[in-house]
């Protein structure tokens, strides 16, 4: 499965975006679908996640700010933004989880100005 990922761009500080990730194949049967995020000069990390059993994560610092959804008749992740903050600049990754392989998006760049 591809995943096409869109939606990043230059917003001011407190700011929203709303990240979406298309995927070329079902994701019905995915274990897990996340959004990761890697910023200049840093390692890759996970910002938030949905698992098959209806559990999500929330990286502690987009906690009330960021909310992760799928669609899955539409094949597609969403990762809505608000208040965003200068350190949320980075490129996001959608990723799919289907056990025995992993599909990654190819990012979209969001920046935050102050």
């Known amino acids: 499965v591809q995943l096409q990922a869109s939606g990043g761009g230059l917003v001011q500080a407190g700011g929203s975006l709303r990240l979406s990730c298309a995927a070329s194949?079902?994701?019905?049967?995915?274990?897990?679908v996340g959004w990761y995020r890697q910023a200049p000069g840093k390692q890759r990390e996970l910002v938030a996640a949905?698992?098959?059993?209806?559990?999500?994560y929330y990286k502690d610092s987009v906690k009330g700010r960021f909310t992760a959804s799928r669609d899955n008749a539409k094949s597609t992740l969403y990762l809505q933004l608000i208040s965003l903050k200068p350190e949320d600049t980075a490129v996001y990754y959608c990723?799919?989880?289907?056990?025995?392989?992993?599909?990654w998006g190819q990012g979209t760049l969001v920046t935050v100005s102050s």
């Open positions: 194949g079902s994701i019905f049967s995915a274990r897990a």
């Open positions: 990723n799919v989880n289907y056990g025995h392989h992993d599909s």
């Open positions: 949905l698992t098959s059993d209806g559990s999500s």
